[in-house]
């Protein structure tokens, strides 16, 4: 659990099942003038307690501290406010996270953690001094030893970002070595553009006939640059209205160079010849007609009127994703390529 997206937990609002709503009811001796209007019925995780943790809402990019890109976190309220929602993606492949986060009948913090390792850590504790502290215990790692104690720390900090340190200790608490040490970057919503503006790596919509439409099937993470800058990127495939159709989404986080989200997607059906046909929105307000042809390995999009991306599966199972724009004199322009591994 290196790259950990903390804790799947469901917890429970103190007292909220305990205090129902006060009855509308007049007393039977009370006349017209005397009835009046209940209080209306007290919100549920309202209080100051039950916003604590706010600060960690939002679409993070995650990095550890010497820069390097470590994944993708997203931090949403669920269940009316009354619960954190956390969906982590490694920024390496191959592990993704989940978790629930919420005050319990204790009046702390609890959470509780599931991964695609199989891997569950609960958590409990307070925000301390303005930062938000759990901690727990997980089994041992040797037999017979005690079992590894957690602490995880999460510190707004001065530019709007999050730092988090998961610390564990596997000597009873002795000592603490940190298991992972990541800073949350906000990806900020996108900007309106005009329609017309130039595309961008996202402004590619996908197509594949349907075998190779079916091996890319699922979810894809992975880095690389587009229009010369650092990004962070997500791309995610499945079948749709009974298997006629795919949808393709692709999110850019960005990255060093500046977070700022870009999202799209697009629906593809396959025509009677046997190539693809699409259609592709984004945040941007762009939308374009896509027409694919694809074998076992690539699919080749010719998008708008001028726009290419070709998406080819690695023999090192990864998937390559390489934007280009025509030029005038018909030779294309490379403007972003990533490669992303399955999630």
């Known amino acids: 659990m290196l790259h950990m997206a903390m804790a799947l937990l469901i917890l429970q609002d103190p007292g909220a099942s305990q205090n129902p709503a ?29 916003r604590q943790f706010d600060f960690w809402l939002g679409l993070w990019d995650v990095t550890d501290p010497g820069g390097k890109f470590a994944g993708i976190n997203r931090i ?9 929602y956390e969906s982590w993606s490694s920024g390496g492949g191959g592990y993704t996270g989940r978790s629930l986060n919420s005050v319990g009948g204790d009046g702390r913090w609890h959470q509780t953690w599931v991964d695609s390792t199989g891997g569950r850590l609960d958590l409990a504790g307070a925000l301390v001094d303005g930062k938000m502290i759990l901690e727990g215990d997980s089994p041992a790692t040797t037999p017979g030893g005690p079992p590894v104690k957690n602490r995880i720390t999460w510190t707004p ?11 564990a200790s596997s000597d009873g608490g002795k000592s603490y070595a940190i298991a992972f040490d990541g800073l949350y970057h906000q990806v900020s919503a996108a900007s309106q553009r005009p329609v017309t503006s130039p595309p961008t790596a996202a402004t590619t919509a996908t197509t594949d006939t349907p075998s190779l439409l079916r091996t890319l ?16 990127v997500e791309l995610a495939l499945e079948p749709v209205l009974g298997g006629r159709y795919y949808r393709l989404a692709w999110t850019n986080s960005g990255g060093k160079d500046g977070r700022e989200l870009f999202e799209g997607f697009a629906i593809y059906e396959e025509k009677p010849d046997g190539t ?5 929105w984004d945040s941007q307000g762009a939308r374009h007609a896509i027409a694919a042809t694809a074998d076992a ?8 009127e001028r726009g290419r991306t070709v998406y080819r599966l690695l023999d090192t199972g990864e998937l390559e994703v390489a934007d280009s724009v025509k030029r005038p004199d018909g030779s294309w322009s490379e403007f972003g390529r990533t490669v992303l591994k399955r999630k």
């Open 217 to 232: 099937t699922g979810g894809w993470i992975g880095t690389g640059t587009v229009v010369k800058k650092d990004a962070h």
């Open 276 to 280: 693809l046909a699409a259609t592709w």
């Open 297 to 304: 390995k690539a699919l080749t999009a010719l998008w708008g």
């Open 22 to 50: 006060p009855s509308n009811s007049a007393s039977p001796n009370s006349g017209p003038a005397a009835t009046t209007a209940a209080a209306a019925p007290k919100k549920p995780c309202a209080s100051p307690l039950h």
């Open 76 to 84: 949403e309220l669920v269940d009316g406010g009354c619960a954190l």
């Open 157 to 167: 900090q001065a530019d709007g970002g999050v730092r988090q340190v998961w610390e």
